[in-house]
Each structure stands twice: as C-alpha cells, then as structure tokens.
C-alpha cells in the first residue's frame, strides 16, 4: 500500500506492507488523517518511532471481529491496551504500561491506505460530523481532557498559551464550558479567528505575566512555554502542559515551589465528548484547516504544517 | 548587636544595628535558630537576598503591643504578609504580593540578637516543646504541608526522596498519618535513623525506578531530584517538589505530559499543627541534631551545614 514512513528521515513509500490485522483488531481503510505537532517532533527524534506516522484520522472498517462495524465510518483511540496490567486494571488504561500507540509507539499509524486497530478503539461516526470534522475527533477530545483535570467555571481566570492547532480547540473547549477564557499567541490572523469566535485574543508581546491567572493551559508545544506559563499563572494556580516536545530547556523551578503552583500533564482525551460537540456545533474546526494535500505529496505536508501560521493540514489517500 | 550577615559574603558582625520594632511588631530576643537548606541556597545567590540569614528559631518576647506576649517563648511563621492584596483577601495570606518573608526576603532574620516579627506570626510555645524542639517548628510545619496538598492513607505508595532535614521530618510526618512511606537517600546513618522509627530506608543506588508511587515527595534539594520523582511516579500519580535550588537543569517534560503526571510546589505550612506534633512526641527531632554552636562561628555553623550527610546545626545566640 502507499504510506508516509518515518525512519530516520521521512519518505513516501509507494508499496508499504498493509497491516496485518491479528485477531481483536479491525482493518479500516483510511480517507483522510490530520497532520498533528506529535508527528513534528517525532521526525525530530521524539518518541523514537519507526514506521507509518499519523494518529488523526478517518476511515471505514473493511474487515472486524466486530461484524456491525463492518463498512461502517470511524475515527480510533490511540492507545492499544493490554487490559491486563496494574494502570489498565485500575482505570488508567490510556496509561496501560503495554501500550502501543498509533503512529507514535511501536504501531504504523494513518499516513497510509490502511490502518489496523482493535475494535474496541473504534468509534462511529454520525452523518452530522463529516470527514473534515472527523480528523478532529482525537486532538479534540485531547482538549476535552483539560476540563477532566481542572476544575472550570465562569469565575476562573484561565489563559491558553499559544495560539496552534490544539490551542484553538483547548480555547473552544473551555468557552463551550462556560470559561471566559483568553488566547495568548502570535499570529494575528489566529488571534482574529479568536475575535470571530468571541473569544479575547491577545498578542504575546502585548502581556506582561502577572501572577494572576487561576489557570494557564501551555500549548507553545515549546519548552519555553512552561516559562511564560509559570509566570502568568497566581500562586496555588495551575498550569495545565500539553506541549510535548523532544528537547529540554534548563529552567528554574524554585517558582514553582515558593508560588505552590500545580502543573498537571494531560494527553488524550474523551472521544465521545468530542464526537458530541463536533455533531452540536460547538466546535468550529473547518476554519482551522489550512490545505489538504495527497499523500504522495506528505512530505511536503508535513513541511508545511511546521511553518509558523500554518494549522490543520490534512492527508488525503485518494489516489 | 551581634548578627550573621549576608552581603555578597557572608560574615558574622559585632555590631549590627538592632532591628526597629514599627507599629505592629514585636521585638524577640532570639536564644537559637536552625540552619536551614534555604540559607544554604540564599548563599549561592537564591533570591538575592542580603541581610541577616536565619529563619528557624526560638526567642523571648521583649515588646509587642500585644501585652500578653512579653515575656513569652515563642517561635514564628516566617511570611509578614500585608492583609490587603488579592492575595491576602482571597485566603492565600502566605503568598501575599507585598511580603516580606523573614531572614529570605526584605526582612533580617533570626542569626541575630533580637528580630521583629508582627505579633500575628508568633506562636506561644507549650512547655512540652523545648527550645531544641522548637527550632524545628517551622521545617516541620513545611513537612505537614504535604498533608495539605496531598490526599495520603495506608493505601498509598508513598516515597520521600531525599533523606536530609527536611525529607525526614517529611517522613516523619507521612507515617504519623498513617502512611506506610519509604525513604530514599544516600546516606546510611540516616537511612539507619528511619529504620530507628520503624520507617523503610533504601539507598538510592539500589533503586530501579518503575513508575508505580502514587506520590513521590521531592526532598532531595537538588535540580537532579525532579527528574528521578518522574520517573518513580505512576502515570496520573502526584510528585511534591519541596526542594528550592538557586541553580536550574536542562530537563525534558514530556513525561510528565504523557504520564499526565501532577507536579505540586509545596513551600510553608500550618505551624499549630507542628507544635502539636512536637508537643505530642510523634516527630522525633533530638536524633537531627548534628552540632550546637554560638553565632561567632556562624559562618563555620553555615560550612559544616553544608557537608553530606549533616543533620541540623542549631546556632545559639548565648554568649
């Protein structure tokens, strides 16, 4: 099949091996897949990963132990669990310490014509969320986990650091759920994305951190985006970090100590809650997609997603 | 009076002035004060104080307009706080935005004499807690800070990493609440001090990190310390940083994203419940002390503080 490989250096691959779906897994034929920061920095070494990239997709499932699901239209958990270790035993089965994940550990992801997954990582999808909405489900419902870790409501003070592709649906996230929150970036023509959506934006060279926000959600995908972060956020404030990112910085913690501020990790979140807000309209993300490119050409997709400015860039694997 | 002054170096002096009672303070003539890690660290240029070191002490009470308090033996919370700001308005009173924190922060400290503190800080000591006990009153009330912040029972996997003053007055505490927590250090008398109170001691040399401590308690006072509590720590698990070092390290975070780990900065705590402790001998601190020596030899009391393996150095204002 055709596939965009990682190995070292990414390549478009005319005659990948399909996946072998083995025994649980459904065999989906993917339409679409979304280009995702993650695969940024796995080309630059994060992760260590080897094989197909791309975790956000849409498809409809060719073969499944699951006969219902059959021909049906999905997008898919990324973790693939065991069901048997301590996490996944007591409910932390996102963290299973067995885990593969799509296109990012030890699992060819999307970027290709076929992708296998266990049927219990499928989701199908209704007629009201079409495919361009559809490569949204993951890294929304990644958003959606911020309000699983944080309290939310109309009286906190909360900043979105970083005005990207997952900061956008962290903003519409916590507006949807009452939040008056504002968006800290630097690209003008997101910042009025913001503005359309009622959502205050302001420029990152226009703040000077004040200690005073109850919570700051990092989406720089940065390492000095923590930095910034801790000095917005109040004392027993909460920093909530998405950004993963392959290298470090050497920072100074000791304010984190004496502000006795919580910095809380999130990473994937809940897909149905995602599904639902993409169904209702609550989410707009068809004005986050840049361009739409084919697969043959998904080295220069990717390229393009890492240029300043630029959000969704989605793969396409028609022929 | 005489005082241990930092200014660029440190240096004990003869003749400092004594400090100025204002409006609402009283005036306590100090009889001795602990060594503390955060003097340590102040020298190394952490805060850029200058002044008199020293937070962790017992005194009489000279003058206060509070009459009741002369005469008395009192320790005090280290935060002059305003009562004003935001801050102090909204219950945070220890992060009040206009403080002064004694012998860190705008405020001489407790190697000296005498020093001012508002009545409201002191704390009439019980007779059950002696003067060697009542020097550890404030690193113990940091040690129940955790509490605070941290839901612990039997239940939990609890790890303090770091067998120095504070990690194990931390361990002390955690065992008192009923926690079945484990001590990590380097150091084998004090290893052997936990086994004393019945409280497990590895060395860290024998310790393969496996992700599985519900809490991990950072004590280690150094930038290396974060790193291993990450790794110690279970997914969704909660590490409490304690240490403040002038020095940062170059780290990478992405763990305690994809761990969505929680990191929560834990500085002062509830001095009541400190001396209660102290008074009800469920901490033992006698076993911490290392060397009693007269502030003439402050600057030696500081060095040898410094060394591996040093408990707590008390310094006694006697003459």
Avoid at 40 to 61: A, Q
Avoid at 111 to 138: C, G, M, S, W
Avoid at 169 to 197: F, N, S
Avoid at 275 to 302: C, F, N, P, W, Y
Wanted: glycine share 8%.
């Amino acid at each position: 099949m055709r596939a965009l490989v990682f190995d070292k250096s990414l390549s478009f691959q005319p005659r990948h091996p399909e996946p072998a779906a083995a025994g649980g897994d459904s065999l989906v034929r993917v339409r679409q897949a979304g280009v995702c920061s993650t695969d940024l920095e796995i080309v630059k070494g994060y992760m260590g990963f080897t094989g197909v990239l791309g975790h956000e997709f849409v498809g409809e499932v060719v073969s499944s132990p699951d006969k219902d699901l059959i021909g049906q239209r999905v997008c898919g958990e990324i973790n693939v669990v065991c069901g048997r270790c301590d996490l996944c035993l007591s409910g932390l089965s996102s963290h299973c310490r067995n885990r593969s994940v799509l296109g990012i550990l030890n699992h060819d992801g999307a970027f290709a014509e076929f992708l296998r997954l266990p049927a219990i990582n499928l989701h199908v999808l209704p007629k009201t969320v079409d495919d361009d909405a559809a490569v949204f489900v993951e890294p929304l419902a990644a958003a959606f986990q911020v309000l699983k870790q944080v309290q939310i409501d109309a009286r906190k003070w909360v900043t979105v650091l970083g005005d990207g592709r997952l900061g956008l649906l962290v903003a519409q996230v916590l507006r949807d759920a009452g939040c008056p929150v504002r968006v800290i970036g630097k690209h003008p023509e997101k910042l009025a994305l913001c503005e359309k959506w009622q959502i205050r934006a302001r420029p990152l060279a226009d703040i000077v951190p004040r200690h005073d926000q109850d919570v700051v959600v990092d989406c720089t995908g940065s390492a000095a985006g923590l930095e910034m972060a801790i000095q917005m956020v109040r004392p027993r404030g909460t920093v909530v970090l998405k950004s993963t990112v392959a290298t470090g910085k050497a920072m100074n913690l000791a304010p984190v100590v004496i502000d006795e501020i919580n910095i809380v990790g999130s990473r994937c979140g809940p897909f149905r809650e995602a599904i639902r807000a993409l169904a209702e309209k609550r989410v707009d993300v068809t004005s986050l997609i840049h361009r739409r490119m084919k697969l043959e050409q998904g080295v220069e997709a990717m390229q393009l997603a890492e240029r300043p400015g630029v959000l969704k860039v989605i793969v396409t694997m028609e022929s």
